[in-house]
């Protein structure tokens, strides 16, 4: 996944709100959006090829999604399996404990990682190194060469994403942003590029709505992903 952009903390009426896209090789198999049965906690879809994820939600309340990092580093673990780990911990800060105890144990190739509930807010960037970072509340924007004010890409999105006075205007703003094509947020390569979208809601009384584009927003409507956790 490329484009993370999510507001936790900004809406009284939904501790997490996230848009997102996935860019990856258009042969590469994936499921959409699922609550499966050995996985019964977890709304997530699913990488096809090597069973992880590039982001999910569960029943508690918690939130992994993971962005690509250009590092001079490989693993030979698919980064979507951490992710797929991460989402069954209780809570932002267990699933903090379980990645540095990978982290340590092993290698992966180059992530940026979000771990989010009501509470915490933690952004893991792995190129190697391992380093941690407790946001504050606000709009965050997470794509592979940085966050939020480190690169053009993530600049443009964050202002996109910024000043709006309610979940719906927000998710508004990232519909349009998502689509985007000027700032590459959707891209279209050879053999390459968006290959679909989420929009995730986590609300103050713990219910969760996920919409989700099964193809690049700038030609798949999001349809609402009707398993409930």
């Not at 900004?10 to 499966?36: H, I, Q, T, W």
């Not at 049965?37 to 699913?46: F, N």
């Not at 964050?158 to 990232?174: C, Y």
Request: glycine share 10%; aromatic share 6%; proline share 5%.
């Amino acid at each position: 996944m490329c484009t993370l952009a999510f507001a936790w903390r900004e809406f009284e009426d939904a501790p997490l709100v996230v848009a997102a896209n996935r860019d990856e090789a258009l042969g590469r198999p994936s499921d959409p959006p699922a609550v499966r049965p050995d996985h019964p906690e977890i709304l997530m879809p699913r990488d096809a090829e090597a069973g992880g994820t590039w982001m999910g939600v569960t029943h508690g309340g918690l939130f992994v999604g993971v962005t690509n990092r250009r590092a001079d580093v490989e693993g030979d673990r698919s980064r979507g399996l951490l992710v797929r780990d991460a989402l069954g911990a209780d809570s932002a800060r267990d699933a903090a404990d379980l990645v540095e105890s990978e982290l340590a144990e092993r290698d992966y190739s180059g992530f940026n990682l979000v771990l989010a509930d009501r509470e915490d807010c933690l952004l893991y960037v792995w190129g190697g190194s391992l380093s941690r970072r407790e946001l504050d509340p606000g709009v965050h924007v997470v794509v592979n060469a940085g966050v939020d004010g480190e690169t053009e890409k993530s600049r443009t999105v964050r202002a996109s994403l910024s000043g709006h006075d309610s979940v719906e205007a927000w998710l508004g703003a990232a519909r349009t942003t998502l689509r985007d094509h000027e700032t590459d947020v959707c891209i279209h390569r050879d053999g390459y590029g968006t290959r679909s979208s989420s929009l995730v809601t986590l609300s103050a009384d713990g219910s969760v709505a996920y919409e989700f584009a099964d193809g690049p927003p700038c030609e798949a409507g999001y349809e609402p992903v009707n398993d409930q956790l």
